[in-house]
């Protein structure tokens, strides 16, 4: 775990390390939190590169995620420091969060550079969250993990389940048509969004979560658990604990992000009828793992899977029910059983992808 004789010194040694002017810049201005010497010596530092903004109502709850991730660094012999970086928040954000992605994605890569960081857990949720902080981890290519915020509870309205997105657009024209009050309208508003997370809908974060597990990148289980249910709080904790570990494997973002571990994403992307922003995503984040994907590669590799479950906005359910009925490590596990995926892939718990998913059982297949 920590930098003994067969392992690799950890990096942020070059800076706590130092018995020196600048070692005593380094230790004793930290040393204001209260942290004692020992604090800098020799413990893995880890990163909670942190998306919480108010100005971001998907990631609101993310200080408490943060707070699990430290607990679970603790557990483990590891020095925990959080700090934030840019959120992007679909709803409220002009002209649009996209035309901030790739400026996210610097200001991840850089604050990782920047810092005596041995490893980074990524909290990520609304939609460019999760592909920047990827980008930007991957590379600064420290071991990293990623955590997703998860989605809302269900949308409720007057007995009806309602999806975020889908729901909005339908109810917005019954308003026009003089269908629905605006009272009504309102009402409606307060009984999507219900709870704390992410649009609970197949849409563009509830796919990017699954491509975060999809390729390996966070914890079985990761797409699916509703952001306030306690074992999202569980999975936060787990991979806080994971990460330094990972700091002693030198398990890196490019040993996960590999040619295989994409090409079960995009299969995977095709099997939940994911968005199609993955694609552009997806690329995004191969090129900086210098894994040459194409938009070729979609077709050809997607074009034979069918979509396997039914959720909004093409189908009937919410992210809440994929949870119950299994999550993505049903999914994965068909397409293994239909050699639609590298069961070889590594993921960052260290076993192989089909190792996460061969106990998966689907608890619901209507
Ligand atoms: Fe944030 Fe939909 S608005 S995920």
Known sequence: MTDGPDKKPLRSAAWFGRQDKMGFYY??????????????????VIGICNTWSEL??????FRTI???????VLDAGGFPLEFPVSSLG?????????LYRNLAAMDVEEAIRAHPLDGVVLLMGCD????ALMMGAASADLPAIGVSGGPQLRGVYRGQIIGSGTNIISMSEQLRAGEITIDEFHEAEAGMNRSSGHCMTMGTASTMASMVEALGFGLPENAAIPATDARRNHLARMAGRRIVEMVGEDLTPSKILTRPAFENAIRALAAIGGSTNAVVHLLAIARRVGVDLTLDDFDRFGRAVHCLVDLMPSGRFLMEDF???GGLPVVLKTLAERDLLHRDALTVNGRSIWENVAGATCWNAR
């Open 27 to 44: 230790r004793s201005f930290l040393k204001n939190r209260g942290f004692p010497q020992d604090q800098f010596e020799g413990r893995p």
């Open 90 to 98: 679909e709803v409220t954000m002009r002209p649009t969060a996209m």
């Open 128 to 131: 460019k969250t999760t592909p």
């Open 323 to 325: 949870y119950y009925a």
């Open 66 to 72: 943060a707070e699990h991730v430290r607990w679970g």
């Open 56 to 61: 971001n109502p998907c990631n609101s709850h």
